[in-house]
């Protein structure tokens, strides 16, 4: 169930998310709204239904009640991001903050993390639950740089549409202005805070990944593949497809890579002769 629920969700958001370069105005407002709500539904309900209330959880404290936090907290001080202002139309606000922003951040911070999980050698065996500190501390690195990075293809698309704006964008990365590179070390910042407190909050089951994970490992993908393609083809961002490119790939190549080695040393197995008296299952 878990499986299926998750790879209707998915299918659902990725025509939602293929739709988006063919509307303008309001319209395309609507379905980022839209978007971001079925991101975050499918990546809330991955964790409730394949790890369990207390994933789901923590999901929620550290990266929705947290990211609205920080938000709110950059809204009215400029700390840690920069001095900015959203405007009014991605929906309601709280304290400034448009109250899918925070959805946002929950929904790719799932998949990071579980991303992060599998290069570091947590398997369905659960061998990383089983080796030291410095393991964890690679993963938690890996999470964050791979979340702070998804902001690269982020904030050009939004800002280009007026979303929220920078009162002073200096300096900016070379081919993004508008945008502070404050910016981009805060959230990496904040990434490694919320990918920190999430492991021990969420427990041991966020420790490994299995055959469940298949949605969000394709979400990730999706995502990274889709944005380079969409920023540098149908949204004019050329510049954003690059870094954001370059960002992400610290993630999505090698996940891409160890998926594939690992379909292809799945079906070599199940082609290899069995040999008598021995028990496939063994």
């Not at 659902?12 to 407002?29: K, S």
């Not at 999980?117 to 890996?142: K, M, N, S």
């Not at 492991?199 to 055959?211: C, E, I, M, N, S």
């Not at 999706?222 to 497809?241: K, Q």
Request: aromatic share 10%; charged share 15%; with cysteine.
């Amino acid at each position: 169930m878990t499986r299926r629920l998750s790879w209707a969700l998915l299918a659902v958001l990725v025509l939602a998310q293929i739709c988006y370069p063919l509307t303008t105005g309001e319209t395309r407002a609507r379905l980022t709204v839209a978007t971001v709500v079925l991101g975050y539904l499918l990546s809330v309900g991955h964790a409730l239904l394949s790890r369990g209330p207390r994933t789901a959880a923590a999901l929620v404290a550290v990266a929705t009640v947290g990211g609205f936090a920080i938000e709110a907290l950059g809204v009215a001080t400029g700390f840690p991001f920069g001095s900015y202002d959203y405007s009014g139309e991605l929906g309601p606000k709280l304290a400034g903050v448009p109250l899918i922003i925070p959805l946002a951040w929950t929904w790719m911070a799932w998949p990071a993390w579980l991303a992060a999980t599998r290069l570091t050698g947590g398997d369905a065996g659960g061998r990383a639950g089983r080796r030291g500190g410095a393991y964890v501390v690679r993963r938690i690195a890996l999470a964050a740089v791979g979340l702070a990075a998804w902001d690269l293809f982020l904030d050009p698309q939004m800002v280009a549409e007026g979303y929220w704006v920078w009162r002073d964008a200096t300096p900016a990365l070379p081919g993004l202005p508008g945008i502070p590179v404050s910016n981009y070390l805060g959230w990496l910042l904040f990434a490694v805070l919320m990918m920190g407190a999430l492991r021990p909050l969420a427990g041991p089951a966020v420790a490994t990944t299995d055959g469940r994970d298949g949605p969000m490992f394709a979400l990730w993908l999706w995502t990274y593949f889709s944005s380079v393609l969409a920023h540098a083809v149908f949204l004019d961002l050329p510049a954003s497809a690059l870094w954001g490119a370059v960002g992400m790939s610290v993630a999505a190549v090698p996940l891409a890579v160890t998926l594939l080695r690992s379909r292809r040393d799945d079906r070599h197995r199940s082609r290899q002769p069995q040999r008598p008296g021995v028990d496939a299952t063994a």
